[in-house]
């Protein structure tokens, strides 16, 4: 039961186990270092012990399925020179200065990496480290090597908050294949201007389209680093931007009607005690409750022409006479849903095309 190597499967031929306590599902096993003469590294004087301190230490392979916990019994030295009193503490190879886990969990939490399914935080988790731990760990021991440069590249962002430098990763896409070419821990400037710099220009310079959503600093990296490149604002970016146009448009005119019927109400009260309340008008309860027509995208709208009753008009009505009513409160809202079909329209052509060329 001494041999260190053997139980934990960690080399250190100079520790040895002085007891073993198991509590439930938890082995907690005692550990210390065999005493020999040390000298000061400084000065080369002997160095007396100053007592023991235990050290607890946390152990993420199991042992026979019990949880594992060390306590190293950790000697303190120091210098027997008045003038010097030079101060040290006893090493150990399996578990780094200041660590409270063995660096076997450096290696465990590389290979957690390997499940694409897993994140920063779960693996953290997991081995009791932070997230800036876990990332650090799997930078220093990982390397991936940047992908060449397509004429078509794609960049995003990715949320991690894992620190306040690191909130927002960049990625780099191939376009057409989808396939990643760089992870980039940050999107700041101070980590992609670098980054950018470091690529040869002429790889540079071969890229045609950079493919992003409409953050600025985006789109700026046509003119800071690809020269002969056009920036492409992806379709899904576009269109979420048409439909918050519109929708702006709409409540633009939902808030005028407000207005409008906030004054027919104060000019009908003569008694400030005793209000006039005016029922909803006709405009205001149309925006309010059916402007997802103009919003949606007409291919996903179940229209039903078979009425049913209203109850604010109080007669019969189907999407049609809904739709019609918004088109009559303002005729640019059928221009504005007619340009945007026009939009989703060309995508899905140019897409088509694009899969055919692929065949």
Not at 228 to 245: E, G, K, M, P, R
Request: glycine share 2%; net charge neutral.
């Amino acid at each position: 039961m001494n041999s260190i190597t053997d139980l934990l499967d960690l080399e250190d031929v100079n520790i040895s186990i002085s007891s073993i306590d198991i509590e439930g599902q938890t082995k907690t096993i005692y550990l210390e270092s065999t005493p020999e003469a040390h000298f000061c590294p400084c000065c080369g004087f002997r160095m007396h012990s100053r007592g023991t301190k235990n050290r607890k230490i946390n152990h993420p392979i199991l042992q026979d399925n019990y949880k594992l916990v060390i306590i190293l019994k950790q000697r303190r030295w120091r210098c027997t020179n008045p003038d010097c009193l030079y101060d040290i503490s006893d090493s150990f190879k399996f578990v780094s200065k200041n660590r409270r886990t063995t660096n076997a969990t450096d290696m465990l939490i590389v290979d957690a990496y390997r499940n694409l399914d897993e994140s920063t935080t779960s693996i953290s988790k997991r081995f009791h480290v932070s997230d800036t731990y876990a990332h650090d760990v799997f930078d220093r021991y990982v390397k991936l090597d940047r992908l060449p440069l397509t004429d078509a590249i794609s960049v995003d962002e990715v949320f991690l908050d894992m620190d306040d430098n690191c909130k927002y990763a960049l990625v780099i896409q191939d376009f057409h294949t989808g396939n990643p070419i760089d992870l980039l821990r940050s999107r700041r400037l101070n980590v992609t201007e670098p980054y950018f710099a470091s690529i040869p220009p002429e790889e540079r310079n071969s890229v045609k389209y950079l493919i992003s959503d409409m953050y600025n600093p985006y789109i700026s990296y046509v003119d800071k680093y690809f020269p002969n490149a056009v920036s492409v604002v992806d379709s899904f970016h576009v269109l979420q931007w048409i439909t918050h146009s519109i929708d702006n448009y709409m409540r633009q005119l939902l808030k005028k009607y407000r207005q409008r019927d906030r004054e027919r109400q104060e000019q009908l009260t003569t008694d400030p005690m005793h209000p006039v309340q005016l029922p909803i008008s006709d405009e205001v309860y149309i925006l309010q409750k059916y402007r997802w027509l103009i919003l949606s995208n007409q291919s996903n709208i179940r229209y039903h022409s078979d009425p049913r009753i209203d109850k604010h008009f109080h007669v019969l009505m189907n999407t049609y006479d809904y739709e019609n009513w918004l088109f009559r409160i303002d005729p640019y809202l059928k221009d504005f849903r007619y340009l945007k079909k026009q939009y989703v329209l060309f995508n899905s052509q140019q897409w088509r095309q694009s899969d055919c060329c692929a065949y």
